[in-house]
């Protein structure tokens, strides 16, 4: 929803042309809703992203920039757009519009469960556009006296890249917080930009995060199969959180777990 309402905002601007950074998902959703309003779509991503998700954006008919890290993807698009100004920015980081649409996923929750929301909310978390969009609708229905007692964002990373999970629990373990060895690519983020304000809306909704192994984030995607779900790694690493929480005595039963990309991406 985020790319959806991000893309309603350029087509009203009468842009002809967005450029986006991405890991890939949010990359192949701003071009698919730039494809549906004749918008123009360049996406940088990264040489690690899977060709899968790279064919998926040119079935959009987005001009793909692969290379580098994720890291020179952002750099790369940031000199794209310097020569290129009449190009709007679709960030799916920076932009409030994208992080307001991605708050629907939650309103949407509150409203199929007969207008309350379960005790805990799983979400992975790499550049922490879910993580600020979930802690928004919470923090909005309760100012709007909506809600009963305090609904808990728990944000999963994988371990081979956990620099949110390290800062949020002050873990300093002497390892390469810019590592970003994880088949969950969609948050290999090695240095989120927005990581502060992350934490902190974390906290005011009372969250945590959670770190997981490659193993469990495999045989998560295992479990998910055997129930008829088909998942990349990255929503896998979610599931993986959900099951690290469940056998935590404080983890909530009433637990909605977010599964944000399809396996196929990823084989």
Do not use: W
Not at 233 to 260: F, H, K, M, S
């Amino acid at each position: 929803m985020g790319s959806v309402v991000l893309l309603a905002l350029a087509g009203a601007l009468g842009v002809k042309e967005v450029a986006i950074d991405s890991s890939g998902n949010a990359g192949v959703s701003v071009a698919a809703y730039s494809k549906r309003m004749s918008i123009g779509a360049h996406v940088f991503v990264p040489e690690f992203t899977s060709q899968k998700k790279v064919k998926q954006l040119a079935l959009f008919d987005a001009q793909v920039h692969q290379g580098g890290d994720r890291a020179f993807a952002s750099l790369a698009v940031s000199r794209f757009l310097e020569q290129h100004p009449k190009v709007f920015y679709a960030s799916h980081v920076y932009n409030p519009f994208f992080v307001h649409g991605v708050k629907t996923v939650v309103l949407e929750i509150f409203e199929q469960l007969g207008r309350r929301l379960p005790k805990e909310i799983v979400v992975p978390v790499g550049n922490g556009t879910l993580v600020l969009g979930a802690c928004q609708a919470i923090m909005e229905l309760k100012e709007a006296l909506l809600l009963d007692g305090q609904p808990k964002v728990v944000a999963v990373q994988a371990r081979g890249c956990a620099p949110i999970y390290k800062a949020f629990h002050n873990v300093i373990d002497g390892s390469d917080s810019y590592s970003t060895e994880t088949l969950a690519e969609g948050i290999a983020i090695s240095a989120p930009p927005r990581i502060k304000e992350i934490i902190s809306a974390l906290s005011a909704c009372e969250g945590t995060v959670v770190a997981v192994s490659e193993d469990e984030i495999l045989d998560a995607q295992l479990q998910l199969l055997k129930q008829g779900i088909d998942v990349e790694p990255t929503a896998a690493a979610t599931y993986a959180g959900y099951l690290t929480r469940r056998g935590d005595a404080r983890c909530a039963r009433d637990t909605v777990v977010i599964l944000t990309g399809a396996g196929l991406k990823s084989r």
